[in-house]
């Protein structure tokens, strides 16, 4: 079971009441042979038009769930990920409200440093946050006994858990598909159709898999979306930090599913806070600095009061880059982000 997402049962209730504009969702599927589908029925690399595997699977049993959605397949047979953090600039241009990413299982096959395949999937995620797209993380399946590479998955059971850990940090939904796999017995025998790519069972499996963590990321608050262009101006919801360069907003929900907005506490010109429910009771502390002089970067700090689900969206007023900090219902956060925001111009010095 996914620990980052909430449970499949409480997410079900939150979609039947779901406004009427959350259909029609657009869900981009960004990854490698397995999001094309290969190895079911008649799919063939390349094939950009399959409606194998896992998607089509997933978008009925979403629909299944209350939420209508249009998918559209970008994988890409053979592909690495230092092919893929370029080519997804593309592909997030297309606009769409969820990105699930998946991919890595040729960097394992072409043994690609494992620290520089967790380094390329953090990039993406930050693209796909920067154009306001809800990404979803996904692990790598295991790989066959007869693998020339990592035939032990040592390799690739050490992605997972640490893409399990780079999700929970920065409150990505996340997919943990190399587990769902390897937790069955016999599972290579059973739900895979040659040492890489699942059999049409398999794909089932990840579909099943995704459903939870895809309901996750439609159905969040996307704050970025709202916040205006242009300078900003404090309000009552609205905090202004760093010289009124970023403007940042957030939003709860709480146990009963009751929503909410926060209310901004101004304290210094780098650091505010907002409070849910009453004046006195402050939920969440923030900050944001100039660290462009040591990284070339502003950084976010920000620390939680409350275990209540609330999303952060910080916006640079400069640029118009936006991006969103989730966290999870039932989890108390500290997040320091030293690489959130990049400007190579450094400041005037005193």
């Known amino acids: 079971m996914n620990p980052r997402s909430i449970p499949l049962l409480l997410l079900l209730l939150c979609v039947s009441s779901l406004p009427a504009d959350a259909a029609d969702k657009r869900v981009l599927v960004f990854g490698d ?37 249009t998918f559209l397949n970008f994988g890409e047979c053979g592909e690495r990920t230092d092919v893929g953090i370029s080519r997804i600039d593309n592909v997030l241009a297309v606009g769409g409200d969820v990105i699930i990413i998946m991919e890595g299982t040729n960097d394992v096959s072409e043994a690609v440093a494992f620290e520089t395949t967790l380094f390329n999937l953090n990039e993406m995620m930050a693209k796909a946050e920067g154009a306001g797209v809800e990404p979803l993380l996904a692990s790598i399946i295991p790989r066959g006994p007869d693998s020339p590479r990592d035939s032990s998955n040592g390799k690739t059971y050490t992605i997972a858990d640490r893409l399990l850990e780079d999700a929970q940090e ?8 190399f587990h769902e796999f390897w937790d069955r017995p016999n599972f290579f025998d059973l739900y895979y159709f040659d040492q890489l790519h699942p059999n049409s069972t398999g794909y089932g499996i990840m579909a099943a898999a995704f459903l939870a963590p895809a309901i996750d990321a439609l159905t969040r608050e996307n704050l970025c979306g709202q916040l205006p262009d242009g300078p900003c101006v404090p309000s009552s919801t609205a905090l202004c930090l760093n010289q009124g360069r970023f403007r940042l907003e957030a939003a709860w929900k709480n146990f009963f599913e009751q929503t909410g907005v926060g209310i901004a506490v101004p304290q210094t010109d780098d650091t505010g806070a907002f409070y849910w429910f009453d004046p006195q009771n402050i939920e969440l502390a923030i900050k944001v600095l100039d660290g462009r002089t040591n990284n070339g970067h502003f950084w976010v700090f920000y620390g939680a009061l409350s275990n209540v689900e609330f999303t952060l969206a910080v916006k640079d007023t400069e640029s118009g880059e936006c991006k969103e900090y989730f966290n999870p219902l039932e989890t108390f956060a500290s997040v320091g982000d030293t690489a959130a925001f990049f400007d190579s111009d450094l400041p005037d010095p005193d």
Do not use: M
């Open 33 to 69: 042979s397995i999001t094309v589908g290969y190895g079911e029925g008649n799919v063939v690399c390349p094939d950009h038009t399959s409606t194998a595997g896992y998607p089509s699977r997933l978008r009925s049993q979403l629909a299944s769930a209350g939420i209508d959605t």
């Open 170 to 177: 920065n409150g990505w939904a996340f997919a943990d598909q």
